[in-house]
């Protein structure tokens, strides 16, 4: 049998994410992709390989897995409660999945998205050059019990890393541009959007991220009779109550709700990752300042690998140190020494 | 604002990563030809640092990475082309296609036919006669994958989209407003009338035409019995045909 990770049980917003399919905005079908793509970043890090292989998305709700033979894996994104035959495992790590053994992921404990990525990538089949799902356009679908995954070959053998998580999961102050709507808002609506606190809504999914804010609405001057232009992941549109909806990877690719501004892509995860409550404020910087922050972004992304280090054990869960020894026999080098301490 | 004789065509931000160039603030005839033109020159043309372009209906957008090529440069280059010609005056773009669509109107295949027919001032039977009488151009293509907007057509039809949502609209489903028709390729709900029901796929991931229609195309809508629906879904394109369109 071929390599693959089969699924035991999944929550209902688990499904596989690349970072999507570039270049079909011009047919109506938006990029997609991870809803956190510094996550898919993180992820390969972790594992020491590419950031365009494939992961699994777990919803505010992880699943469990199981590998057909030993497995790298690595856990990103929103920290959800992990074990692997009921012995924890540490989130934002890379550890070995020994074939038959139970990865349990439960609820995110503070975030939305979380991420299981395997060495060597998910293998299902691409459609349109890419294997993310695309619920809205009706491209692949929910991972459910029994699916079986097909898993790239994995190259490396390093385990037992870690990471520090980019702290992205308790909302926080978001950078925005001014967006070709912007210009519709006067004056004082900008300055009491940005005086705003708004706090995440618990509905909403990969399309978008609905806000609210105690007091009045926001609206445009030209009311809601604007001309559906091109919509990109990261605008603020105002909706018919006034209140903000941040479009996310998976949005429409037209609307017609006036934009208030655009989320700097470097801000973008923190959006997608806000729990429901989480509060959230927003602050215009110019496009020249918003051009450094992305620069600073992808030169910390360049040197992220410099960051990595040994999962060192909290002696307070030996249980967990010793089902880890047990399992470390596929790790190598440095990280396999320090496991051992 | 600067003070300008006219503000159109205007180039703006669409967030950290793209500029769109509108030629007007409403959908009109030429201001859609000359988006349409406008986004075939900047294929053509390759522009340096551009990664993606497409158009809505009266502006082209294109994506680029600044870190590459900066906003102030590219918009330059927009702008260069855009003093190249006179793009309101623009051809419609070649290779189109004339598409005859086999649409059951009415009934349950398009339950809110009476209530857009009597907002536009027709009884049922005309209202079906008016819209299979008009050929309408696909405007463009967006909000769902393969979604035609298309028109424009006669005055009458410049009936409001709905305050409150139509629940469902299946697949394939042609529906009204604003003097426009829009058909969804994936089920959803929606603001526009539900007034027909074609058997086209208009998003085949599969395919190797994965998008039936382009913009620029053109359609005619034939009207055909409720019941003929469930065999011309068997049919390659939901039975409908093309011609070139010179």
């Known amino acids: 049998m071929s390599r693959a990770l089969l699924v035991r049980s999944a929550g209902p917003g688990v499904t596989v994410q690349d970072l999507g399919r570039p270049g079909y905005l011009a047919f109506g079908l938006s990029r997609g992709g991870a809803a956190d793509r510094l996550a898919m970043a993180e992820g390969a890090t972790l594992l020491g390989q590419s950031e365009t292989l494939a992961a699994i998305e777990m919803g505010a709700m992880g699943g469990t897995f199981e590998a057909t033979e030993d497995m790298r894996i690595a856990v990103t994104g929103a920290p959800m409660r992990a074990h692997i035959d009921g012995a924890r495992l540490a989130w934002q790590a890379s550890h070995v999945l020994p074939a038959g053994a139970q990865l349990t992921i439960g609820a995110a404990t503070e975030g939305s998205y979380g991420y299981l990525h395997v060495g060597g990538g998910i293998e299902s089949p691409a459609r349109l050059g890419s294997r993310a799902a695309h619920l809205a356009a009706g491209l692949g679908d929910r991972l459910q019990t029994g699916d079986r995954l097909a898993v790239g070959p994995d190259p490396n053998r390093d385990t037992g890393l870690t990471l520090d998580a980019e702290p992205r999961f308790d909302g926080g102050l978001i950078r925005i541009v001014p967006s070709l709507q912007t210009e519709f808002f006067a004056e004082d609506q900008i300055a009491r959007f940005e005086a705003t606190e708004f706090r995440r809504v618990a509905r909403g999914n990969r399309m978008g991220v609905p806000l609210r804010q105690n007091g009045a609405g926001f609206e445009s001057r030209a009311g809601l009779s604007v001309l559906s232009e091109v919509i990109v992941p990261g605008d603020i549109q105002i909706t018919g109550d006034g209140t903000p909806f941040v479009l996310l990877c998976e949005c429409q690719t037209t609307g017609g709700y006036p934009r208030i501004g655009s989320v700097l892509p470097a801000d973008l995860p923190r959006v997608a990752q806000a729990a429901a409550g989480a509060r959230l404020r927003f602050q215009f910087v110019s496009m020249e300042a918003a051009v450094e922050v992305e620069a600073q972004e992808r030169a910390r992304r360049r040197a992220r690998a410099q960051h990595l280090r040994p999962l060192i054990r909290d002696p307070r869960t030996m249980t967990d140190l010793l089902s880890f020894n047990l399992i470390s026999g596929a790790t190598a080098g440095e990280a396999h020494l320090e496991e051992r301490v | ?246």
């Open chain 2, 1 to 246: 604002m600067e003070q300008r004789v006219s503000p159109w065509p205007r180039i703006r931000t669409a967030g950290f990563d793209g500029l769109v160039v509108s030629f007007a603030d409403h959908l009109t005839e030429p201001a859609n030809r000359a988006a349409l033109a406008f986004s075939d020159a900047l294929k053509a043309a390759g522009l340096a640092g551009v990664e993606e372009s497409s158009t809505s209906l009266v502006s082209a957008y294109v994506r680029f990475d600044p870190l590459n090529v900066g906003h102030a440069e590219m918009r330059v280059a927009l702008e260069r082309m855009l003093a190249e010609r006179d793009w309101m005056a623009a051809d419609l773009p070649t290779g189109r296609q004339l598409w005859h669509v086999p649409t059951a109107f009415g009934g349950a295949a398009g339950p809110q036919l009476a209530e857009a027919s009597a907002a536009a001032g027709f009884g049922e039977a005309d209202a079906i006669a008016s819209i299979s009488g008009q050929r309408v151009r696909v405007q463009t293509i967006g909000f769902a994958p393969g979604m035609p907007y298309l028109g424009e057509l006669s005055p009458a039809w410049n009936i409001p989209r709905q305050t409150s949502l139509t629940a469902r609209v299946p697949a394939g489903g042609l529906c009204v407003a604003i003097r426009q028709l829009v058909l969804f390729p994936v089920a959803t709900p929606t603001g526009w009338r539900h007034i027909g029901q074609t058997a086209l796929r208009l998003f085949r991931p599969d395919e190797e035409t994965p998008f039936l229609l382009r913009a620029g195309d053109e359609v005619q809508f034939d009207p055909v019995p409720a019941d003929a629906l469930r065999e011309l879904a068997e049919e390659p394109n939901g039975g409908a045909a093309w011609e070139p369109l010179p």
